[in-house]
């Protein structure tokens, strides 16, 4: 059966439903299914005429996945263009700011009292024996994982990398990276599903996070973290992945906006 669409061809529709609803002479008495012939005719041809109206000349079951996996992409390649940007602007300030310095008193001064305030505000890389904290998403469903394990519990979450950066702060870190890149006492830490978000990144797991300062006091305070704890013996009951270790490592400087957008004075 050839379908068309306008007009004439609903008019055909509709004439043969309404000739099939027609009231017959007995001696032309017709099976009921041939009632219902026309009718099923005519929600076919509406059937149709919507799904063409709603497709709009695409296909309804086209996969989106590819649209999407390219505006991410291009979501990324926006981002590295601002952050170059942002790095050209940041050298011409400086180049102008150090001419300046030259011939200008009161800026060389308060050039050098910045200079002598970088490292503490974690502007300058850092090398030093420090610890270094690797955790990881469990492996793929085995015989070894536990019947009654969700989804939830073979993943890496926000509150456990907090636990960590947290436990490490508390431990005297002299400055740490999450992923190699320069955290503060102000970055935050966010997790969108199984990925971390830092600094407007996104991550996927393994989560490595390196701090500087004393071994000893850094792993006294790992072993004392009540959500660090809780995280090892998540460990041990769905094989998430915890490695920690003592090595020479070197923190890189922050290269992040330093833009505070609120505070509130610890009381």
């Not at 086209?62 to 649209?67: A, G, T």
């Not at 990881?136 to 536990?146: E, G, H, I, L, Y």
């Not at 995280?231 to 009951?237: I, L, M, N, S, T």
Request: with cysteine.
């Amino acid at each position: 059966m050839e379908y068309t669409s306008g007009a004439a061809s609903w008019q055909k529709v509709l004439r043969r439903a309404g000739a099939g609803l027609l009231p017959r002479r007995p001696r032309q008495r017709r099976p009921g299914w041939s009632i219902g012939v026309p009718l099923i005719a005519a929600a076919a041809g509406l059937l149709f005429t919507t799904t063409a109206t709603t497709a709009g000349g695409t296909s309804l079951r086209e996969d989106r996945r590819p649209q999407l996996n390219q505006l991410i992409e291009d979501r990324r390649e926006q981002v590295a263009a601002s952050e170059r940007r942002a790095a050209t602007l940041r050298g011409e300030v400086e180049e102008r700011t150090d001419a300046l310095a030259h011939s200008d008193s009161p800026i060389k001064a308060q050039q050098d009292r910045a200079q002598g305030s970088l490292q503490a505000a974690g502007f300058t890389a850092l090398s030093g024996t420090g610890v270094t904290v690797e955790l990881n998403d469990a492996p793929r469903r085995s015989d070894q994982t536990p019947t009654d394990a969700s989804n939830d519990d073979l993943v890496v979450h926000q509150g456990d990398v907090q636990a960590v950066v947290n436990a490490l702060w508390a431990g005297g870190a002299e400055a740490m990276s999450i992923m190699n890149v320069r955290v503060l006492a102000t970055s935050a830490v966010r997790c969108v599903g199984n990925t971390l978000l830092l600094h407007g990144r996104v991550y996927s797991p393994p989560f490595k996070i390196v701090a500087i300062g004393d071994p000893a006091a850094l792993q006294q305070a790992l072993a004392s973290s009540e959500g660090v704890r809780l995280f090892k013996d998540a460990v041990d009951d769905y094989q998430l992945g915890y490695k920690e270790s003592v090595s020479a490592v070197t923190v890189p400087a922050f290269e992040d906006s330093t833009a505070l957008r609120s505070a509130t004075v610890p009381r």
